[in-house]
């Protein structure tokens, strides 16, 4: 898919490559995890003449990305327009992946059963590996029923920086040490 407008967003966790319409996001996802078509259509985008940085939400969302990665808390989450593309199915995933709030975190599992369907365990995760829009659709957010980190599409150490950013606690001393079998650590109330 051919993007009107994109920038690059620098964070301390790597670049981001953020693209759309004049009026909503439709891709962001970190420049050193871009699939090969993803890469060539973004190096496409580079040598355009036309500057595509003038979208409506452009400073908006360089602005909240750096508050994010400042530590902010986000509240309901990002507050950008995105239109993501996809199957009516996984649009309702990315829905519920939505509901996922900082500093909180879900299973496929529980995914499965937000959507009303407790069978499509499987379904969920590979609409989840499809997101077009990560971090503003947190599936990040999202591991195993055993707390385990599961995969990532971004990288599991980079998974594992977003947890702890958000304030989780994982069960090893730093994201270099992080494998998927890595779990989150659940302090209770009690």
């Not at 829905?95 to 496929?108: F, K």
Request: aromatic share 8%; with cysteine; charged share 20%.
């Amino acid at each position: 898919m051919a993007y009107e407008f994109h920038m690059i967003v620098n964070s301390p966790l790597g670049d981001i490559l953020v693209q759309g319409t004049q009026s909503h996001i439709q891709f962001l996802k970190f420049v050193d995890a871009l699939a090969e078509d993803e890469l060539v259509r973004h190096e496409a985008a580079e040598l355009a003449e036309v500057d595509r940085c003038e979208a409506d939400w452009a400073e908006s969302c360089r602005l909240q990305l750096q508050q994010y990665f400042a530590g902010s808390k986000m509240g309901k989450g990002f507050d950008l327009p995105i239109d993501p593309q996809g199957t009516e199915f996984q649009k309702q995933v990315w829905q519920a992946l939505c509901e996922v709030e900082q500093g909180d975190y879900a299973s496929y599992q529980g995914l499965a059963l937000a959507i009303g369907n407790k069978n499509a365990v499987r379904a969920v995760a590979s609409a989840n590996a499809r997101n077009p829009i990560w971090l503003l659709i947190p599936c990040h957010r999202i591991i195993g029923t055993d707390l385990a980190l599961r995969g990532y599409a971004g990288g599991i150490e980079r998974k594992a920086q977003l947890l702890m950013l958000e304030g989780l606690s994982l069960n090893c001393d730093s994201s270099d040490q992080v494998t998927e079998k890595t779990k989150l650590m659940i302090q209770s109330d009690i």
